[in-house]
């Protein structure tokens, strides 16, 4: 299989653009540009769409819930490029409850949800999944973070086939792979994880995890996992914004 890098992160087999980036991540607190210099690197490098997302409160040293509720005075095109702006929500119980409140998550262009050691006490495979199920089936997210560097005991193909059925994208970053973070069984996990997608049939959207600009295009680590197990473009949402947009209407409220 060909794996052509175009923009910001791949093509498989033939040379159409990649349109979009979700989860370019954060930009005002634990990251290092601001929203214009983000946008602009990013109409540089071709996109036509660029999400960025800020975690809520309950992960240290994060910005307030006013940053969430005023993000509509940004405007959503810079340069060029669509913007959408969101949060990644923590999952805080073993229901799924959010740890935003639904009156600002209604707020938010794009919605992200997943469970973060700072605000989640571990539990036994069971609690875990129903937690993580629980989060997919509400129809205010968008997308679900899955654990992959072991932190959590999971089965993925119940999570996996939850996402299928409530129509939840399952999101994969380029820097949950890179080395230098350190992160456990990583790449074995996200190898398994994109095998049972790829069994069921399960749409899954990539995002650099970009903290700075120069790495929105970084996607060396992601595609080397979706080459070596020759992942579909099919399921590969990020090859249409209209394709991203529609799917995630579907579960919408």
Do not use: W
Request: charged share 25%; aromatic share 6%.
């Amino acid at each position: 299989m060909e794996l052509l890098l175009a923009l910001d992160f791949i093509t498989i087999s033939g040379a159409k653009k990649v349109l979009k980036e979700v989860d370019n991540t954060d930009v005002i607190v634990h990251a290092y540009n601001t929203i214009l210099e983000m946008a602009k690197e990013a109409s540089k490098r071709g996109l036509k769409l660029l999400g960025i997302t800020e975690h809520v409160s309950g992960i240290p040293g994060i910005c307030s819930h006013v940053f969430f509720g005023n993000s509509r005075l940004v405007p959503r095109k810079m340069y060029g490029v669509e913007l959408m702006l969101g949060a990644e929500i923590n999952i805080i119980d073993y229901n799924g409850k959010l740890s935003l409140e639904d009156r600002l998550i209604d707020k938010l262009d794009v919605r992200i949800a997943g469970l973060h050691k700072h605000c989640y006490t571990p539990g036994t495979v069971g609690q875990n999944i129903t937690a993580i199920i629980g989060a997919i089936k509400n129809p205010k997210i968008d997308i679900i973070s899955l654990p992959d560097d072991n932190s959590f005991s999971l089965d993925y193909e119940a999570i996996i086939q939850a996402a299928k059925k409530y129509n939840t994208l399952l999101e994969f970053n380029n820097n949950s792979l890179n080395p230098m973070n350190g992160r456990k069984n990583v790449r074995e996990n996200n190898i398994h994880i994109l095998q049972l997608c790829k069994k069921y049939g399960v749409p899954i959207i990539l995002g650099s995890d970009a903290h700075v600009d120069i790495n929105i295009i970084r996607c060396d680590f992601v595609c080397e996992v979706l080459c070596k197990i020759n992942f579909p473009k099919e399921l590969i949402i990020n090859n249409s914004v209209m394709d991203f947009k529609n799917k995630m209407n579907l579960n919408r409220v």
